[in-house]
């Protein structure tokens, strides 16, 4: 019983030892729940509230504050609700977004990793945590196909902060005078990207002070990989500006249409002109361990720095997002600061093993123990079969939607990733003779279907506007708990919702 229980009488209260044991008993008891229902096929996927519904407080949920303490038995309700209310993304059906799934092994390490409450700026806190980085870090950089011992790297929040990291540091090499005198120091400069890229790079580039202006968008082919002639074309264009082009970011996985860009052809490029090659491979990273799909990436070897992120593809919990550097050492003149409370030179330890200066942050979290606890339970053959079981259910689905009326797919070729792009076309759309008045009306279709199966709670798969395309939804596949049967429902439940 805990509702005369506070958590003034939890450790490290005296005696607290056999109250704590009771509640974090109970605290795995609903997580255990939560789990088994994620993995329930029938559950529902959500349970969907509009956020006033949340801020006026629902049937004993409320998210107001207090100013006295709340029983622990409170506590433990505010537990349950907060995964009721929430979305299950481990949930077979959720096709929400790239990271989708809830990896057992992942979650332990997870909940150790939280337990532990360290930070990975030194090694002196967090030695176990550093050598685990640095081995991980060394495996990635050996399946990225680069030498042993030429490279370097870290764990980051995210793929938008890896791809920063690529531009700070690719611009600290070709103007080392940037970091003390800033861009007013430096030529104009401008970098490039596929006009399918991820709208990270322009984030960095605001933030980086190089201005969004100076990002130049590469045309890309029907499947949405950059035209290498393109590239050529928008580099000699920058340049008879009097821009100065130093940086090239190619996409191995676009976030809509998992394309991949010609890797070794833009490696080419890049070498012909003495630019940095990035390769944000944050999607289509987990594409290397996979035998099969690997030739997707060909040419990566070659690139100067690469966005990966295990959180995807590889189904670790978020957030696990690793920044890739070819040259070694980079990383740390780039953004060293050398605060003497945290790096001091003179510690007992081999000190290269503090990464906290190789960092945009101070401090930083441990987001590497769940990805090393699930390499060591898998296997990287056991990423291997689950990246290819995914790959398998998108061309499932695909062929499946070439047979079917009234769906349409985006693009008439094989998926090279996970992402399937389609329109359901219902009868009365389809008949509209007039093509501006049919696309007017099929936009609104995706927004549509997508809202009643949220109201419903029956299955989550996003969709956007792309180009002069109308909304068309976007399923994509991470999740090794997801079967051909869910993907059956996905598509029964689009038509039951869609049709007229
Ligand atoms: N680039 C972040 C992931 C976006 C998505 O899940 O669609």
Known sequence: NFSNMYSSELLPSRNGEKNTEQFLLEVVNILFSYIKKTYDGNSKVLDFHHPHQLLEGLEGFSLELPDQPESLEQIL?????????????????????????????????????????????????????????????????????????????????????????????????????????????????????????????????????????????????????????????????AEKEGYIPFYVSATAGTTVFGAFDPLAHIADICEKHGLWMHVDAAWGGGLLLSKKHSFKLGGIERANSVTWNPHKMMGVPLQCSAFLVREKGLLESCNQQCAAYLFQSDKQYNVDFDTGDKAIQCGRHVDIFKLWLMWKAKGSCGFELQINRCMELAEYLYYKLKRRENFQLVQNTEPEHTNVCFWYIPASVKQIQLASERNRKLHKVAPKIKAMMMEEGTTMVSYQPYGDKVNFFRMVFSNPATRKSDVDFLVEEIERHGKD
């Open 77 to 237: 309700v505010d537990c349950r609700d907060t995964l009721k209310y929430g979305v299950k993304t481990g949930h077979p059906r959720y096709f929400n977004q790239l990271s989708t799934g809830l990896d057992i092994v992942g979650l332990a390490g997870e909940w150790l990793t939280a337990t532990a409450n360290t930070n990975m700026f030194t090694y002196e806190i967090a030695p176990v945590f550093i050598v685990m980085e640095k081995i991980i870090l060394k495996k990635m950089h050996e399946i990225v196909g680069w030498g042993e011992n030429e490279a370097d790297g870290i764990f980051s929040p995210g793929g938008s902060i890896s791809n920063l990291y690529s531009i700070l540091v690719a611009r600290y090499k070709r103007f080392p005078a940037v970091k003390t005198k800033g861009m007013a120091a430096i030529p104009r400069i401008a970098l490039f990207v596929s006009e399918h890229s991820h709208y990270s790079t322009q984030k960095a580039a605001a933030v980086l002070g190089i201005g969004t202006d100076y990002v130049i968008a590469v045309k890309c082919d029907e499947r949405g990989k950059m035209i290498p002639s393109e590239l050529e074309a928008r580099l000699q264009e």
